[in-house]
């Protein structure tokens, strides 16, 4: 199989990466970058637990193929916190019990990412929809819901501190 | 909750801080060097004699280092209950799925091309499908030398029956004969996978000594270890099991053969091995939801007072027992439900066919019988017309003193509390959505009883020298939160922060025995065994400091890493200054030991034969009232609120239980209206999330938990198993619902608008 070699951004940090045309956002991220952050439920794009935000959108990334990601810019939840200084949506998950298991929990805080970006006031509907493609089998959504409701309303607050 | 400061706080959880940067790492993100990579070659046939393996090729293959199949094993049959489990299948393939060899290679693509490369010769079986036709005498047998099986306890078996027991109590006849009314129904619940979100892992690599480290997901590890060892005829000084974190187990994440099956490889290649299986592999090659038929005969009296009930129940087994004859014997002993029913008589069976082989999930065998049960109790109740909480309260155990249909009795028990709150909390609460024409609003109420709690574990605390605290227990956090539960309950007793614990868990090197994360069992059990442990430390620590602060041990104080004079704050020595004295002046290190058994799961009762078992000491009671409100025109369902009173003795964290139930009424929702495996000739036809439909965030209706808190003496604070209740009545609560709503009545899970759609248009409409 031919190799190609693809130049991305991931946190902030640029990577030259040899890939095969078969292999995934997800295998780069993980298998290349060793960020295991992002996880693999299905492979299939129907769990989003590989999701990354790539150019500000959300992308299933065991769906995106790894040449596709060729000079884009991409958010992985490794590259979330500042230093020891948590996003106010991992501070919220974690003040508002919005995990279990956790293996979901890097899919929902950057899908929670993306939304708030887009829509800093959003109506709990909105937040349903956002993650409906977030597969959750341990908390129900309700605390998952909570912490990005009270994440709002913390991003907000900070915005017009400032 | 007086006096207690970190016992029924909502802490945080321990591992939330790695769990939402990413740092937290579970067995698929582990790598170690020359690490190899493993794909199992699966029976593409439901029933077939296995002539040949021809692994020869695959082996040829560049890249492939190792390959197994059942002539690597010793070929001891295995099990948890009945032995009639292998590694690998190696005189016959049983299910589409079965493991038939393995490969490792060098990477995953190489692996897969060696599986497809395995040449296996079969001779193909009749097959049986259906577990009523595999209890007719003329049916193909699923395994012939079942009588030869071994079996745990005193599992009856014959045929293509794994497991038969019977429970009975009074005379039914005699009861059928003093009541007004009598009721049959026969319910069917269908095959639901645990669907954690993480897949089965394994890393497994052998040391130098031949010593096997395996990183696995088992919730269970002592016993996983247990069934390897004399599965492979491995001294257990030779595996050593670690978890790491785990993403999901819902009793699905048991393990073993995974386990194996890279323990067998990596000792052949001398490289490590890891296995993740596919979403696919998931789905046909792990142990989901038993799929039951279940009849219930039921006399009453015309004022309401359930007097005799007969059940006759068919749990399909699949290809293995695994864990069918316990979560069959729950279902049996549950049959009568939380109710003093005089006459009863259980007819239970659980029957091989030629399907992957159902196993442990959330509500171990009550889901299934809490759906019959809790169902017609409602089609007794609108006949009779009376109210169904009425008619629940008034037939329902009481708090102290009632019988189990086994004979036992049980105390401390808050079922009617949960009624009565959760009934009151609806009646008081507007209904979550207007009626109109085209969409119907209905409630309805289940609850229920199951047990807690069994067999037992250890743990150990050490004093570190800053007068910081190790706690060292057996059990696994499955992601449940009984991490933070066991360090809540150290803290409490040793009078510190959460931040002063550090907690050592998940390794079956390291930790004492513990029987593993399932039956609602850690809290209890390991929460129990921790409490002692650090309350041996206290002990030690006051006996150190009763000389230096010349007091009596009863006057002493251990709080903020002092212990100090009850009353004189001002005498006082640190826990720092008491292990250092300890470690170089009197007796070494102070370490504490506690160990606790549970005492459930032990053979107990007359009444009950084939797999005798008392219902463990401890309950966990629980109430749903759903909301629901269903499309006329289509048959559709919405969840719109589920009122969930549960009574779970002490509350040691409220945020980790309120997410519990969320969690369970979630997944209770997906059982009663949309999941299903679905099989074709034994053949999966759903295995992926496209086609197998989980709750997603938009079918979450709004949930009110309603904790109550019955304390249990024999549980740490007066704790109680509570991790499994949460989904078990609201199935029932939701088909309920659904009748109160259109007036249908569905008897088979799932409950789709298909089904919904076709039963009111045969009763031209449903209600008026
Ligand atoms: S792993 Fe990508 S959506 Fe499931
Ligand atoms: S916390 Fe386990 S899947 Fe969401």
């Known amino acids: 199989m031919t190799t190609e070699l693809i130049s991305l951004v991931v946190n902030g940090e640029a990577h030259q990466v040899l890939v095969k045309p078969n292999w995934t956002l997800l295998d780069v991220l993980r298998d290349e970058l060793n960020l295991t952050g992002t996880k693999r439920g299905c492979d299939t794009g129907c769990c989003g637990a590989c999701t990354v935000i790539v150019d500000g959108k959300t992308v299933n990334s065991c769906l995106m193929l790894a040449m596709k990601a060729d000079g884009r810019n991409i958010l992985t939840i490794e590259g979330l916190a500042r230093g020891d200084k948590l996003h106010p949506i991992q501070e919220a998950f974690i003040e508002k019990g919005a995990l279990q298991c956790g293996f979901c929990t890097p899919g929902m805080v950057l899908s929670a990412k993306a939304l708030l970006d887009e829509n800093p006031s959003p109506t709990e509907e909105d937040i349903k929809t956002a993650i409906a493609g977030n597969l959750c089998r341990c908390t129900g959504y309700i605390q998952i819901i909570e912490a990005i409701q009270a994440a709002a309303r913390n991003l907000a607050g900070s915005a017009s501190r400032r | ?768």
């Not at chain 2, 049959?335 to 959330?362: E, L, M, S, W």
């Open chain 2, 1 to 768: 909750m007086g006096g207690l400061s970190v016992v029924g706080k909502g802490v945080a959880r321990v591992d939330a801080l790695e769990k939402v940067t990413g740092q937290a790492k579970y067995v698929m993100d582990l790598k170690l060097p020359n690490m190899l990579h493993c794909k199992v070659k699966r029976s593409s046939l439901a029933h077939a004699r296995l002539l040949k393996v021809d692994t020869s090729r695959a082996e040829r293959l560049p890249g492939v280092k190792a390959v197994a199949t059942a002539a690597d094993t010793p070929n001891i049959r295995f099990g948890f209950y009945v032995k009639d489990e292998t590694m690998f299948a190696y005189d016959k393939v049983r299910f589409i799925g079965e493991p038939v060899a393995a490969v490792a290679a060098i990477d995953e693509e190489t692996a897969e091309e060696a599986i497809e490369l395995i040449k296996v010769e079969y001779e193909e079986l009749p097959a049986v499908y259906d577990p009523l036709e595999a209890l007719s005498e003329t049916a193909p047998l699923v395994h012939e030398d079942i009588a030869s099986y071994q079996a745990g306890f005193s599992a009856v078996k014959y045929r293509n029956v794994c497991s038969h027991t019977t429970l009975k109590k009074g005379d039914v006849e005699e009861g059928f004969r003093q009541s007004d009314f009598i009721f049959e129904d026969t319910f069917k619940t269908q095959v639901v996978h645990q669907c954690s979100l993480e897949t089965h892992p394994v890393l497994a690599e052998i040391d130098g000594s031949g010593k096997a480290s395996l990183w696995g997901v088992s919730s269970m590890m002592f016993p996983a270890r247990e069934l390897l060892s004399q599965a492979l005829g491995i001294p257990m000084t030779k595996i050593r099991i670690q978890t790491v974190h785990t993403g999901g187990s819902f009793g699905g994440k048991v393990g073993y053969i995974p386990l194996g099956i890279c323990l067998l490889l990596a000792r052949k290649a001398r490289r490590p091995v890891r296995l993740v299986l596919t979403r696919q592999e998931e789905f046909i090659g792990t142990n989901p939801r038993h799929p039951s038929i279940i009849t219930l005969k039921t006399g009453v009296t015309s004022d309401g007072r359930l007097v005799s009930r007969e059940a006759r129940i068919v749990m399909d087994s699949g290809a293995c027992a695994v864990d069918g004859p316990a979560v069959m014997t729950n279902t049996a002993t549950s049959a009568p439900g939380p109710y003093n029913i005089p006459h009863v008589k259980v007819d239970a069976r659980c029957v091989y066919t030629n399907k992957q082989p159902f196993g442990a999930f959330r509500g171990y065998g009550h889901p299934q019988a809490y759906f019959a049960v809790e169902s017609q109790m409602d089609i007794i109740a609108d006949k009779l017309g009376i109210d169904p909480v009425e008619f629940r309260l008034k037939n329902c155990f009481e708090k102290d003193g009632s019988e189990l249909p086994t004979g036992h009795r049980i105390y401390h028990c808050g079922l009617k509390e949960t009624l009565v709150r959760a009934s009151a909390y609806i009646s008081s609460a507007r209904p979550a959505s207007a009626e109109n024409k085209r969409w119907r609003v209905g409630r309805g109420v289940a609850c229920m009883l199951m047990e807690s709690g069994l067999s037992g574990s250890g743990a150990f605390v050490k004093v570190n020298d800053d007068g910081t605290f190790t706690v060292i227990t057996g059990t696994v956090d499955v992601g449940q939160g009984c991490s933070t539960v066991v360090c809540q309950i150290a803290a409490e007793e040793l009078g510190v922060d959460l931040a002063d614990i550090s907690l050592i868990a998940g390794d079956t090197d390291t930790g004492p025995y513990d029987f593993g994360s399932c039956a609602s069992r850690v809290t209890r059990a390991a929460g129990h065994a921790v409490r002692l442990a650090a309350a041996d430390v206290k002990k030690q620590l006051f006996e150190l400091a009763c000389d230096r602060l010349e007091a009596n041990i009863e006057d002493l104080e251990l709080r903020d890493k002092k212990v100090s004079v009850t009353g004189s704050p001002f005498k006082s020595i640190s826990v720092a200054e008491l292990a250092t004295m300890s470690i170089f002046e009197r007796s070494g290190p102070i370490l504490g030991r506690g160990a606790f058994l549970d005492k459930g799961g032990v053979p107990l009762s007359e009444r009950v034969s084939g797999y005798a078992k008392s219902e463990g000491p401890s309950l966990q009671p629980a109430t749903v009232i759903a909301e629901v409100t269903v499309d006329t025109e289509t048959g559709r369902v919405r969840v719109l609120r589920c009122v969930e009173s549960q009574d779970v003795g002490r509350c040691i964290n409220p945020a980790t239980m309120e997410g519990q139930i969320h969690g369970g009424v979630v997944q209770g929702i997906g059982y009663a209206l949309t999941e299903e495996t679905l099989f074709e000739n034994g053949r999966i036809l759903n295995p992926s999330f496209v086609d197998y439909k989980m709750a997603t965030a938009l079918d979450t209706p709004q949930i009110v938990p309603l904790i109550v808190e019955e304390l249990d003496p024999t549980g740490p604070y007066g704790a109680k198993g509570a991790g499994e209740a949460p989904i078990v009545p609201v199935a029932p609560a939701i088909a309920n619902a659904i009748y109160n709503a259109v007036g249908v009545r569905i008897k088979e899970l799932p409950i789709t608008g298909e089904k919904i759609f076709m039963a009111m248009k045969k009763s031209q409409g449903g209600k008026e």
